[in-house]
């Protein structure tokens, strides 16, 4: 793949930066598609949603767009190929056996491509004369989980033939916006995780035979958190949120992790992208001292935490810290939480009902704990990689969970150690170490093009001197390091460097080697 | 092997696609007009015919000659 050059258009915002980094180092793929599927039940008119699939990809431009580096910038432009809306008779395909669930896993599988579009599509199924099943699948970098919210809402709006509101701002100009508020936190915030960012890999949980911080095929535990949550969460003065969080480090301490950082999906929305569709999430690592004491206690000392995280909660923790790879996960235990206090989408003569949870059978990491908060139910889901922790170990955690918060809303006065705990799990496998580049031996100027290479870093980074095996993300490069180096290396050295040599080596040495792999080869 | 899955292609797509393009296209089989239903269809076919388990998740699957290598790697 090579980058797709394009004329005019926004800049990407930060995160979309970093995944389109992470896409193009071929770590992202399914990971990072999101799935939502409507069951329509009664006559549906299908032309009309159809074009009411239409006028929502006209009301949110992000979705009908593509992003494309062009000198050492990822900008937005409009995708090649737009979001298809397709039809499928699948009427008496239930009668043969199938579920409706396998065509939303299939259309969550096809491809969707960031560079030329489409990164969303729709697909309506007719599984009998009344009834039918929308699949909508968007790649997260123009899609986050509270966009689902206004993607139903938009479209039942367009539906019952009212107009989808336009937004009040472009993209372009929000990204400028969050942009600036960036610039000035950066300093801060990087005061702010110097103590509290530790980049730690090693985990024990029960079952578990090894770590991943890569997206994976992933399977699921589904559990629904107690209805008493959030009498408890009011009782303890922490929110929902913050008691599931507290919760997960409870668990994680008594398994015998010790610092462990839990990883965070952060809304950077504010009042004027609240309605936009789009990627408005930043994931940062939330640290716990070690819990003892009254829960009550504990938890609002993780609330005191998450509380001061807000404040940089539109950083890019890889912008403020050096040694942040691309990555699917920052940590390999991660939490996503969402409320959604919207009510039923209304469709006109039809009942809808939409599959706000349908799994793109991925994980982003090793254990990810999803939870989706509605008037009807608090709905969790333990996503696992297979690979590395068993099922019943990951059913273990969801027992253990339970369990603690019963027991927290049961008496939120206890102290921890009366509260039901795991033993602790002695770790399972050894520690596993990165292959390290400078391992290998050899004198810079012993690697061709090492010097032109060696140049281009300490402009791109600003530093005066950098070893030939210095690694480009403990010297604080990012997402848009590589873009930079990349363009660099495209106009002095007229080789088109691919993202995977960052993954494999991403020093000087080891880009210098490339070059000349690449030279040699044209 | 391959043409006996290509006729599977064909069949599953109900008649839409025809042996002949299936076994000369260039592109995957959903940008040749397979549906989703008629991907399902096949993924059963394969599995009956050739005692074979065709993981749904791997996008490679989507185009004959993946298929093709995954069955035969399915079968060793």
């Known amino acids: ?522 | 092997m391959r043409e006996r899955v290509a006729e599977l292609v064909a069949k599953a797509s109900g008649g839409d696609l025809a042996v002949a393009d299936i076994l000369a296209a260039e592109c995957s089989l959903p940008a040749l007009g397979l549906t989703s239903i008629a991907y399902l269809r096949l993924i059963d076919m394969l599995e009956t015919e050739f005692d074979c388990d065709v993981d749904l998740d791997g996008g490679h699957l989507d185009t004959l000659d993946g298929l093709v290598e995954h069955i035969a790697g399915q079968r060793k």
């Open chain 1, 1 to 522: 793949m090579s980058p797709t050059l394009i004329g005019e258009g926004e800049q990407a915002s930060l995160a979309q930066h970093g995944m389109w980094i992470t896409e193009r180092m071929g770590c992202g793929g399914r990971v990072y598609h999101m799935p939502l599927a409507v069951r329509f039940d009664g006559p549906l008119d299908v032309d009309r949603l159809q074009a009411a699939c239409r006028d929502v990809v006209r009301a949110h431009p992000q979705l009908a767009a593509a992003l494309g580096e062009r000198d050492g910038e990822v900008r937005l432009v409009p995708a090649a190929v737009p979001p298809p809306i397709g039809f499928e008779d699948a009427s008496g395909f239930e009668d043969a056996g199938y579920e409706a669930g396998e065509l939303v896993d299939r259309e969550t599988s096809l491809p969707l491509d960031l560079g030329a579009g489409p990164a969303a599509r729709f697909t309506v199924f007719r599984l009998a004369p009344e009834r039918h099943l929308l699949v909508f699948v968007a790649h997260h970098a123009v899609f986050d989980g509270m966009s689902k919210d206004i993607l139903v809402r938009d479209l039942a709006a367009a539906y019952a033939g009212r107009p989808v509101p336009a937004l009040p701002l472009t993209h372009g100009e929000i990204t400028e916006r969050e942009n600036a508020r960036v610039a000035e936190l950066l300093g801060e915030a990087a005061e702010f995780w110097r103590d509290r960012w530790n980049d730690r890999q090693d985990l024990r949980l029960p079952g578990l035979s090894g770590v991943s911080i890569r997206a994976a095929a992933g399977e699921a535990v589904d559990f629904a958190l107690p209805a008493d949550l959030a009498v408890a969460a009011d009782k303890l003065g922490v929110t929902r949120f913050e008691l599931v969080l507290a919760a997960v480090h409870t668990l994680l301490a008594a398994y015998g992790n010790e610092d462990a950082a839990v990883a965070v999906d952060l809304s950077t929305r504010t009042e004027e992208t609240r309605d936009h569709i789009g990627l408005f999430v930043n994931e940062l690592p939330v640290p716990a001292p070690a819990p003892a004491g009254r829960f009550a206690d504990f938890a609002r000392a993780v609330r005191d935490e998450l509380r001061a995280t807000y404040r940089f909660r539109q950083v890019p923790l890889a912008r403020a810290v050096g040694g942040v790879s691309p990555r699917t996960a920052l940590t390999p235990v991660s939490v996503s939480y969402r409320r959604r206090d919207a009510s039923a989408p209304e469709f006109p003569g039809v009942a809808a009902s939409v599959e706000w949870m349908a799994f793109n059978q991925a994980v982003r990491g090793t254990l990810h704990l999803q939870v989706v908060d509605a008037p009807d139910g608090v709905a969790a889901r333990l996503q696992f990689n297979p690979l590395v922790l068993s099922r019943s170990g990951c059913e273990s955690v969801a027992e253990h969970l339970l369990a603690l918060l019963r027991a927290v809303a049961a008496a939120p006065d206890a102290d921890v150690a009366d509260l039901p705990l795991p033993a602790v799990v002695e770790p399972s496998f050894g520690r596993v170490e990165e292959p390290s580049a400078s391992a290998r031996g050899g004198a810079a100027d012993a690697v061709p093009y090492a010097a032109e290479v060696g140049e281009i870093w300490r402009e791109v980074l600003g530093m005066p001197e950098i070893g030939p095996d210095e690694d480009l993300f403990d010297l604080g490069g990012h997402s848009l390091s590589i873009t930079q180096i990349i363009a660099k290396v495209r106009e002095r050295m007229d080789v088109e460097l691919s993202f995977d040599v960052f993954f494999d080596d991403p020093t000087i040495n080891g880009i210098a080697a490339e070059v000349a792999r690449l030279r040699e080869e044209a």
